[in-house]
């Protein structure tokens, strides 16, 4: 059973930026696509980005394309999303999830194509 832990949320201006991070625990994350998603107060959970396990192919939303950055470091068992430019829309809670079906090569932008998430991580973007 695979346990993710997000990190790095926080408080930050307008125009800040933070690094989220997810660390998995019973799992080689590097076999598996891995994604972020948010969720704002009454709303939807929703896509932000997702990485391929093999590290290269990435997909954004709209809404985030050019300001944030999906990366992962297999070493550390570990991927980052590194938030730039942040604006109020931004705040949500952020949550890292990653499929179960290993050693396949794509990303995947649906809640229904990731089986195991983590509990979250608080951003707030004051304006």
């Known amino acids: 059973q695979v346990q993710l832990v997000e990190s790095g949320g926080g408080l930050v201006q307008a125009g800040g930026s933070l690094r989220l991070s997810c660390a998995a625990s019973?799992?080689?994350?590097?076999?598996?696509?891995v994604g972020w998603f948010r969720q704002a107060p009454g709303k939807e959970r929703d896509f932000v980005a997702a990485?391929?396990?093999?590290?290269?192919?990435?997909v954004y939303a709209d809404s985030v394309k050019g300001r944030f950055t999906i990366s992962r470091d297999s070493n550390k068992n570990m991927v980052y999303l590194q938030m730039n430019s942040l604006t109020a829309e931004d705040t949500a809670v952020y949550y890292c999830?990653?499929?179960?079906?290993?050693?396949?090569?794509?990303?995947?932008?649906?809640?229904?194509?990731?089986?195991?998430w983590g509990q979250g991580t608080q951003v707030t973007v004051s304006s």
């Open positions: 990485i391929a396990r093999n590290g290269i192919a990435t």
């Open positions: 999830a990653v499929r179960s079906t290993a050693y396949v090569i794509g990303v995947w932008s649906r809640k229904s194509d990731y089986e195991n």
């Open positions: 019973g799992r080689t994350l590097s076999n598996y696509g």
